[in-house]
T-cell receptor
C-alpha cells in the first residue's frame, strides 16, 4: 500500500516563526501536492510538484514556499507564520501526471499559529 | 473557473436510514472522483466515474454520474456508524489541470 507520511499530527507555533511541514511518500510517485483544509472552504491547493526540484503554484500560494530536493520528500515552508495560516494541512501524491489521477493523502498536520 | 457544489453540507441520520448526497456543476467533467475522509485522517478514494450515466456500486454505496457529466450522486443504503465522515467529490478543473474539490458533505450516522 502507498504510504504518505506527514511528520507531525499537531503543531503549535507563534506568529512570525518559520515553520516546516514535511511529507514523505514511499511509492516512487512523480507528483506531490500540498493542500490546506478549512471548515466551509474545502480543500485548496497551495503548491504542487511534478518532478524533483520542480514546483508550481496552486490556487493559494501566498505566504508559502516549497522544497523538493528528493523525489520522495516534499516540504511546505511558512516563512513567517501568521494566525490566518492556522489550518489542517494535507500532503498528497500521485503516480503520474495523468489528468484526474487518484490522489493518496497523508493523515494531515493540524497547525495552530498563536 | 469550474466549481463543484455539494449538498447537503451536513447530514445527521440514524443507523439503518438511507441517504443521498449530491455533487453538481455547470461545467462538464471528463470524470469525477468520490473520497471519504474519516475524522483525523486524510481523504481516501472510494470510486471514479468516467462515463455519462455510469453507475458504480461499492457494497452499500451507489455512485452515479449524470448523463451530461455535470453532476454525480452518492446513495448509501442502510447507513452504519462506520459510514460517518466527510464525503468529497473532485474533478479535473483547476487552471493547470489539477483536481478541484467540492466543499464536502459531513455525514454523521448515530447508532
Amino acid at each position: 500500500d502507498v504510504k504518505v507520511t506527514q511528520s507531525s499530527r499537531y503543531l503549535v507555533k507563534r506568529t512570525g516563526e518559520k515553520v516546516f511541514l514535511e511529507c514523505v511518500q514511499d511509492m516512487d510517485h512523480e507528483n506531490m501536492f500540498w493542500y490546506r483544509q478549512d471548515p466551509g472552504l474545502g480543500l485548496r491547493l497551495i503548491y504542487f510538484s511534478y518532478d524533483v526540484k520542480m514546483k508550481e503554484k496552486g490556487d493559494i500560494p501566498e505566504g508559502y514556499s516549497v522544497s523538493r530536493e528528493k523525489k520522495e520528500r516534499f516540504s511546505l515552508i511558512l516563512e513567517s507564520a501568521s494566525t490566518n495560516q492556522t489550518s489542517m494541512y494535507l500532503c498528497a501524491s500521485s503516480f503520474t501526471g495523468a489528468r484526474g489521477e487518484k490522489l493518496f493523502f497523508g493523515s494531515g498536520t493540524q497547525l495552530s499559529v498563536l | 473557473t469550474q466549481l463543484l457544489e455539494q449538498s447537503p453540507q451536513f447530514l445527521s441520520i440514524q443507523e439503518g436510514e438511507n441517504l443521498t448526497v449530491y455533487c453538481n456543476s455547470s461545467s462538464v467533467f471528463s470524470s469525477l472522483q468520490w473520497y471519504r475522509q474519516e475524522p483525523g485522517e486524510g481523504p481516501v478514494l472510494l470510486v471514479t466515474v468516467v462515463t455519462g450515466g455510469e453507475v458504480k456500486k461499492l457494497k452499500r454505496l451507489t455512485f452515479q454520474f449524470g448523463d451530461a457529466r455535470k453532476d454525480s450522486s452518492l446513495h448509501i443504503t442502510a447507513a452504519q456508524p462506520g459510514d460517518t465522515g466527510l464525503y468529497l467529490c473532485a474533478g479535473v478543473g483547476g487552471s493547470q489541470g489539477n483536481l478541484i474539490f467540492g466543499k464536502g458533505t459531513k455525514l454523521s450516522v448515530k447508532p
